[in-house]
């Protein structure tokens, strides 16, 4: 039985053309870098910076 192999993750959109195609700057996956909707980040990454920025309630 054949060892069966992860899906790549960080797939970029396969409408993006390939000269808009770039390496994240965190984790060397492939991403839609450049042109407009272009991000240094890949979708996981920029999920992980999103999380980080959300406002937190104030207490009372």
Not at 37 to 52: F, K, S
């Amino acid at each position: 039985m054949a060892t069966p192999t992860p899906a790549p993750r960080n797939l970029p959109p396969q409408l993006c053309p390939p000269q808009l195609k770039g390496r994240c700057a965190k984790c060397m996956a492939e991403c839609h870098q450049y042109g407009f909707g272009g991000n240094p980040l890949c979708q996981e990454h920029q999920a992980e910076v999103a999380a980080l920025q959300k406002p937190k309630r104030p207490v009372g």
